[in-house]
């Protein structure tokens, strides 16, 4: 198979690579505050006894014992996916491949079938809609005719001997890229608060389904790790506490 054939993706990946997150974190972190050392005895017990208390410190917003957990995520998405990502910055560390040190590769994303193309209203009160089949082979037809011609023109600069860093200016956001993105569970609910809509959410929420499909991703390995913090966020509104 040619490498510098482009490729024409529609969904992204995401991958739990490590952790240390689990709901018994969130119990030994806020009984610090009424039992001192003895709050360390958390660790060996069943969460589940305690569910009442993640519950309570969800809805009255008690937010820092939902930091003393970790998760690392690799994601693979497009360009334009990670520049709004990076907007989440307090509780998230970032390292995302090069483009001046790796030759980077031919995979681009267009929308799939089922993807919302037209949109309609007024800025702040406007809705997605489906397009019709030819607004999808226009849309489809167009990006992978600018996708093909920009990476002929970043090899030919390679080829010509160009720098890197250089050459991939020519390359549209449309291009995939990856990193590791390492969170906490109280800043990945803030992120879930503003990336993903839901009928549960107390405040309503608009994303770009691009980068929603990365936080429902996100947001259902992080489900299976900490389950009763998880419901606990979704039954008080999914509000980051």
């Not at 519950?55 to 998760?71: A, I, K």
């Not at 307090?90 to 790796?102: A, H, P």
């Not at 809705?127 to 093909?148: C, D, L, P, T």
Request: aromatic share 10%.
């Amino acid at each position: 198979m040619d490498d510098s054939r482009p490729r024409f993706l529609d969904d992204v990946t995401v991958e739990l690579v490590k952790h240390s997150a689990s709901d018994s974190d969130v119990l030994w972190a806020a009984r610090v505050s009424t039992v001192g050392e003895q709050s360390i005895e958390e660790i060996r017990k069943d969460p589940e006894r305690s569910k009442g208390l993640i519950n309570f410190l969800m809805r009255d917003r008690h937010g820092t014992p939902f930091e003393h957990n970790s998760m690392t995520f690799l994601v693979r998405a497009p360009i334009f996916v990670f520049r709004e990502f990076q907007r989440h910055r307090v509780g998230w560390s970032y390292n995302e491949e090069s483009g001046r040190y790796r030759e980077l590769q031919p995979d681009f994303y267009v929308p799939g079938p089922e993807r919302r193309l037209v949109q309609e209203g007024r800025p702040g009160k406007y809705v997605f809609v489906e397009g019709s089949e030819e607004q999808h082979k226009i849309a489809r037809e167009a990006m992978e005719s600018a996708y093909r011609r920009s990476y002929e023109a970043y090899q030919e600069m390679l080829e010509a001997g160009i720098a890197r860093e250089v050459a991939r200016a020519v390359l549209p956001v449309g291009l995939f890229s990856s990193m590791y993105a390492t969170c906490n569970a109280r800043s990945l609910m803030h992120f879930l608060s503003l990336r993903t809509k839901s009928e549960q959410a107390k405040v309503p929420s608009f994303p770009q389904r691009e980068i929603e499909m990365v936080a429902e991703r996100m947001e259902a390995a992080w489900a299976g790790l900490m389950p009763l913090t998880h419901a606990a966020f979704v039954v008080n509104g999914r509000v980051a506490p």
